[in-house]
């Protein structure tokens, strides 16, 4: 332990704009907070229009910070961190806030950056389906990924899967590379909530296949309402609670073509979306579910998946190397193109007849949080040494 705790900066992850990370960043801190109690003192920067409540719910973990800046309102240093190797509005907020070193999350301060920083990759996606970026949008990834890896960034990934497509896409790169997979474990006060009741709110039958993806085109539910149509014309009532928002800046007009979908095969009994969602109310939704369902095309590390994990929830996911080596081989999967394979595993689980069960945090759980929270003070710890 050092004579006093490190203290990092990450940039504020929107929930609206991306659940997954916010989630990340939360159960972050929570772990430090846990297992390295005194080492590191989070600092979350966000702009003067960051919505309050996230805010407010990073600030509950102990030792985090909140600095807020029209530094981080937008990225209005981007251009001179290009152009001239320093955002100076973000550098003038880390030194004012005494930090130590930067976790540098979808932006990029500057190779002159006074700090040592950590460059986090969650995902190659862009590379992998360039088809669903606009082409500024994947130029935007592209250019910024390789500044980072340019300036000699440690970089940061989730999984093995994401460390195999990172030394394909950058074959010469000799950058420190660090490996720190997520884990999760809800916080008690999130899991107070009556799963009964919050079935009741929202209408939901005893019996449903949980997806509380946000309504990215990548995320495939389009595929989902292609199962469900079999289902249908097969006779079997399923029914698939979504959870999530409707926002993806890359094509705002998918959820509505997903919608008139269901609407056209009538399927809005069976396909339920109830948007954005208060965190207590997923996480009682994700363990009263028959399983989880993921069908995405592409994940870094995924967060659903981690929090049914903790559950011991059930798992029908799609078959990508990353979900494997999530689960060990220990799930349900289905082909990302193949409705009938999902259609088949629905009606296979939907029939075992299971009454409703409401799961606990499994036993081992705190050895994954804890082997997180240790791998990424490695990371830094490593990084601020260098």
């Known amino acids: 332990m050092t004579a006093r705790p490190l203290r990092f900066a990450f940039g504020h992850i929107s929930r609206r704009l991306w659940a997954g990370g916010y989630n990340y960043q939360r159960n972050l801190f929570a772990a430090l907070?846990?297992?390295?109690?005194?080492?590191?003192?989070?600092?979350?920067?966000?702009?003067?229009?960051?919505?309050?409540?996230?805010?407010?719910?990073?600030?509950?973990?102990?030792?985090?910070?909140?600095?807020?800046?029209?530094?981080?309102?937008?990225?209005?240093?981007?251009?001179?961190?290009?152009?001239?190797?320093?955002?100076?509005?973000?550098?003038?907020a880390f030194h004012a806030a005494r930090i130590d070193i930067v976790v540098e999350a979808a932006r990029f301060f500057g190779w002159r950056l006074p700090i040592p920083a950590v460059a986090w990759i969650p995902d190659l996606q862009h590379r992998s389906l360039p088809q669903l970026f606009p082409t500024t949008a994947r130029w935007r990834r592209e250019i910024g990924f390789g500044v980072q890896i340019a300036s000699g960034r440690t970089i940061m990934l989730s999984s093995e899967s994401a460390l195999r497509d990172f030394t394909a896409y950058y074959p010469r790169v000799r950058n420190r590379v660090a490996i720190v997979r997520f884990a999760t474990q809800p916080p008690e006060a999130f899991l107070k909530t009556d799963p009964s009741e919050v079935i009741a709110t929202y209408d939901l039958p005893a019996n449903y296949f949980y997806l509380p993806n946000q309504f990215y085109r990548h995320k495939n539910h389009q595929l989902v309402v292609g199962a469900l149509a079999i289902l249908k014309r097969r006779g079997a009532d399923v029914v698939v609670c979504a959870s999530g928002s409707?926002?993806?800046?890359?094509?705002?007009?998918?959820?509505?073509?997903?919608?008139?979908?269901?609407?056209k095969?009538?399927?809005?009994a069976h396909f339920r979306?109830?948007?954005?969602?208060?965190?207590?109310?997923?996480?009682?939704?994700?363990?009263?579910?028959?399983?989880?369902?993921?069908?995405?095309?592409?994940?870094?590390?995924?967060?659903?998946?981690?929090?049914?994990?903790?559950?011991?929830?059930?798992?029908?996911?799609?078959?990508?190397?990353?979900?494997?080596?999530?689960?060990?081989?220990?799930?349900?999967?289905?082909?990302?193109?193949?409705?009938?394979?999902?259609?088949?595993?629905?009606?296979?689980?939907?029939?075992?007849?299971?009454?409703?069960?409401?799961?606990?945090?499994?036993?081992?759980?705190?050895?994954?949080v804890r082997a997180f929270a240790a791998s990424f003070s490695d990371t830094l710890r490593r990084t601020f040494a260098s």
């Open 33 to 92: 907070a846990r297992f390295l109690p005194g080492e590191f003192v989070p600092v979350v920067f966000a702009g003067r229009s960051a919505d309050e409540n996230e805010l407010a719910e990073l600030a509950a973990v102990p030792a985090v910070e909140v600095v807020r800046s029209e530094a981080f309102d937008g990225q209005p240093g981007l251009a001179a961190a290009l152009a001239l190797g320093l955002d100076h509005g973000a550098a003038a």
């Open 273 to 368: 979306h109830l948007g954005v969602i208060p965190l207590p109310h997923v996480y009682a939704l994700m363990r009263a579910s028959t399983a989880l369902l993921n069908p995405s095309r592409f994940e870094g590390w995924s967060t659903t998946v981690e929090e049914a994990k903790s559950f011991g929830v059930p798992m029908i996911l799609s078959d990508i190397d990353v979900h494997r080596e999530q689960t060990s081989g220990t799930a349900r999967y289905f082909g990302i193109d193949d409705p009938v394979a999902l259609a088949d595993h629905l009606m296979q689980v939907s029939k075992m007849n299971n009454p409703p069960t409401v799961r606990d945090i499994v036993a081992h759980q705190d050895d994954n």
């Open 246 to 263: 409707t926002e993806d800046r890359r094509e705002p007009g998918y959820y509505d073509l997903v919608n008139s979908e269901i609407r």
């Open 265 to 268: 095969r009538g399927l809005e």
